[in-house]
């Protein structure tokens, strides 16, 4: 392990290929400053990426990497981790393969408390199928998939992660990059599930939500709620409090199971059946 | 020889009295092999045992047999059932209220603890020692009342006391499904971590990895479904982990996601299929071979696989550690195709036989690369000559590279020159398993010169194996093992001397047949087609034969 790592160490050299002020970018570089901060090399971490936009992460990222089918980061997560729990798991994607074809697995992953750090790109929009409405674009989005207005509730997340059992629960924003660089650092040392929401803008196909959008709703939360109805009314009240907002403790024992046989398999396995 | 019948309501416990006996007469050391017809009922439905016991110190288990030395039946269903496949119609036991019963054979069982009862009688028939049973009987059922129920019932059973009553071979048994094969083999290969999602019929693979797998380390995963299934199956193999996944065919159509998924990336995949009645939910509990061409060809866009069919429990043991091996050596999806039965059948066999099954193959993790590091750049995708390329896995420094779903170039990053990698990197994955290292395409019984080949799969090995055996200078049996790659050449050598095929398999459209047409040019061949859901007995599926063989020769004669 090196003393001396930076984000750069965690960079293949791949250019990315976003847009010009893709709120991926900021992501991209919060994992590798968390990951150089906290020293751990890149060979010893994964990245998985989804599907969209979000799930090209992957492809710029200097340490081994998994892209994976549309909204299946959190299960080939789970098969990372738990068979190899020394490994650094991140899996980032968007809030379309995150909330919407994958959102069984965030709940599933949330129960069985995987500790693996999810960090969701939430720009509110399919951005890389040309600007559809997604799971979290707000009643009344326009776009080419509803004309008239989006007639679905947004989805609530964070609200959704928890009630699972989540034992992290963060939310970030691109456009302050020192703040999720520490949010992600707080997520990857958590013992457990992490859920890290994060506003990613597309500037090319959700302009209503650009920066400026976040920059004026985004409040700052200092530490976790320490009762569910805190918790609770600090979404209710602002929908975009950035911080840690939820943390406990649960046991994540079964990820690290220990070998208790001595005897040679074929031995082992004639006692199962005989 | 012996074939016993029980046959009751789902819920009176017929499964639970049938393990029994079979543990019994595993003690004894006497060869085997179940065949339970289950409801998907769970209380109230028909369900029946049956058992067929080879005579001493023979170590192949018998298949599925027609003729029955005792039955007993709960009710007239169970009669009409099984009257005409007993030798001696007299043979037959049941409560009062049953027709055609004998009087001498009729008592009155509670409904819960006919069970009890009827294994008292089989093993009275049998001959068995009365306290190595009632040993068996007070573990499993703690009331005296059960006891007494298997006390009459072992009185009632010695007034017909088998002519050779069971005895102690002294031989070391142990019973198998093809599903617990599965999980030895697997374990053997060095797999400790498993995901999966319940499914008649392939629970009982993630009933037993729950059990095996923690004290090694390892550990299962229920997960929320088949695709989260194949995916965490992916990571773990992606890890450098071995695993498989195990589904029947409305898990499969889920887990088709992640089989292109793991073409395109080249990440080890072992799917099993443990095949029933289809389509969709279809015959959960029957047997059928009627996914094979969904198998051939599951997934969008074209890519290499591998089918291997296991033609016997024995054969599941091997087939699944030869699969892990093919896999990581070519590093594209190796299916094993099993069928109901075969997975659900439970053999009892010499031990021995077993461990050799177990040790048959070595571990060989082809071009794994787990521990040293790589030196340059390294190119996870770029094949070495004609060998397949090297695959490093996290942990190995200076092997990080991304496996991507997206087109890729030899470094796996997307975006690639279309045109470029398809006329590369695409030929190489397409045409990577066009032929095997895989020494037994099909196992080949009787005499290779032969005029007539009856061929088949999965369940129907026993049957043709028993088929063959009776007059093995006349017919070959040739059980196929693998369906991709076809193993054409083969299959032209080992039928050179035969004029007349015939394909026996448990679909409606002849799959099997379709699948190796290529290597049955200019031969007679005809198809025993079964898609009811039942596995032919012994006299079944030998009349069958016979009547399509003697069609031919009279078509001949015409």
């Keep these: 392990m090196s003393a001396t790592l930076t984000a750069k160490d965690f960079s293949n050299g791949n250019t990315p290929t976003w847009c010009p002020g893709c709120g991926d970018f900021g992501v991209l570089r919060g994992i590798q400053g968390a990951l150089a901060k906290l020293s751990i090399s890149p060979e010893n971490s994964v990245l998985v990426s989804g599907i969209g936009c979000s799930g090209k992460i992957s492809h710029y990222f200097g340490g081994y990497s998994i892209h994976t089918t549309h909204g299946r980061t959190l299960p080939t997560a789970l098969g990372i981790k738990s068979s190899r729990p020394e490994l650094t798991v991140i899996s980032a994607g968007g809030d379309g393969d995150g909330y919407g074809i994958g959102v069984g697995h965030l709940v599933h992953a949330a129960r069985r408390n995987l500790p693996v750090t999810y960090i969701v790109m939430d720009n509110s929009v399919y951005g890389n199928t040309k600007g559809q409405t997604s799971p979290t674009s707000p009643l009344g989005y326009e776009s080419s998939t509803s004309p008239e207005g989006n007639l679905d509730q947004p989805i609530n997340p964070l609200l959704l992660a928890w009630s699972s059992g989540a034992t992290f629960i963060g939310q970030g924003f691109s456009g302050d990059i020192k703040h999720l660089e520490d949010l992600i650092i707080k997520g990857i040392q958590h013992d457990g599930f992490s859920l890290i929401n994060v506003f990613s803008p597309c500037v090319v196909f959700n302009k209503a939500q650009g920066y400026d959008f976040y920059k004026k709703r985004i409040t700052y939360q200092d530490r976790p709620a320490e009762t569910s109805p805190e918790f609770v009314s600090l979404l209710s009240e602002n929908p975009f409090t950035a911080g840690v907002l939820w943390q406990n403790k649960k046991d994540t024992a079964r990820y690290q199971q220990q070998k208790v046989v001595d005897s040679d398999i074929v031995s082992y396995l004639k006692a199962r059946i005989i | ?273 443990n095949q029933r009645g289809g389509p969709s939910t279809g015959m959960p509990t029957k047997t059928e071979q009627s996914d094979l061409l969904h198998l051939m060809n599951a997934g969008h866009g074209e890519f290499a696989r591998i089918l291997l069919t296991p033609t016997s429990v024995l054969d599941c043991i091997v087939t699944i550690q030869e699969a892990l091996n093919l896999s990581e050596y070519y590093q594209c999806p190796v299916i094993i195709a099993l069928d109901l039965d075969l997975a659900l059948r439970k053999i009892s066999i010499p031990w021995e036989k077993v461990e050799s099954a177990i040790r048959s193959v070595e571990i060989d993790r082809g071009p794994t690369i787990l521990e040293s590091q790589i030196e340059g750049t390294y190119k996870r995708f770029e094949a070495v000559g004609s060998s397949p390329p090297l695959r490093t896995v996290p942990g190995v420094k200076g092997g990080a590279y991304v496996a991507s779903g997206d087109e890729h170039d030899e470094r796996g990053l997307m975006e690639p020159d279309f045109k470029k990698v398809r006329s590369t990197l695409h030929i190489r994955r397409l045409n990577k398993a066009n032929s095997i290292r895989y020494n037994r395409p099909f196992s080949t019984i009787g005499d290779k010169d032969a005029p007539i080949t009856i061929i088949g799969t999965g369940a129907m090995g026993e049957l043709i194996e028993n088929f063959v055996k009776d007059n093995p200078s006349v017919y070959q049996g040739l059980l196929i093992r693998q369906l991709a790659p076809l193993p054409k050449e083969e299959l032209t050598v080992a039928l050179k001397n035969s004029k007349r095929i015939v394909v026996a398999e448990y679909n409606a459209k002849a799959q099997i047949r379709t699948i190796l047409k290529p290597g049955l040019e200019n031969k007679e061949v005809h198809s025993l087609l079964r898609f009811d859901g039942e596995h032919f007995t012994d006299k079944e599926f030998n009349e069958e034969i016979f009547t399509i063989l003697n069609e031919v020769t009279s078509n001949l004669t015409n």
Excluded at chain 2, 220 to 226: A, G, K, L, M, Y
């Design chain 2, 1 to 273: 020889m012996k074939s016993i019948a029980l046959f009751g309501l789902t819920g009176q416990g017929v499964e639970t009295a049938g393990e029994i006996l079979s543990k019994v007469i595993e003690s004894l050391g006497y060869t085997h092999r179940n065949w339970r017809d289950f409801s998907t009922i769970i209380r109230g439905g028909n369900t029946s045992f049956e058992i067929y016991i080879a005579d001493k110190f023979e170590t192949e288990s018998p298949p599925r047999m027609e003729e029955i030395d005792l039955a007993i039946v709960w009710t007239d269903e169970g009669v009409d059932r099984y009257l005409s496949r007993l030798k001696d119609k007299s043979m037959i036991f049941g409560p009062n209220n049953v027709k055609s019963i004998p009087s001498e054979h009729q008592e009155n069982p509670p409904k819960l603890g006919f069970n009890v009862w009827s294994l008292g009688i089989i093993c009275g028939h049998l001959g068995i020692p009365y306290q190595q049973v009632l040993k068996e009987v007070e573990m499993k059922f703690k009331k005296e009342k059960n006891t007494d129920l298997f006390e009459a019932g072992y009185q009632l059973g010695l007034t017909v006391l088998s002519g050779e009553p069971l005895i102690d071979l002294g031989i070391e048994n142990v019973t198998i499904s093809g599903n617990d094969a599965l999980c030895l083999g697997g374990i053997a290969a060095d797999v400790r971590y498993y995901y999966g999602y319940p499914i008649t019929p392939a629970s009982e693979i993630l009933e037993n990895f729950s059990k095996w797998l923690p004290p090694l380390g390892g550990g299962t995963f229920q997960v929320e479904d088949e695709i989260a299934a194949i995916h965490a199956a992916l990571g773990c193999s992606y890890a450098g982990k071995r695993t498989f996944v195990a589904t029947s065919g409305p898990g499969l159509a889920l887990m088709t996601e992640g089989l292109g998924y793991a073409a395109a990336t080249e990440i080890p995949l072992v799917l099993v299929d």
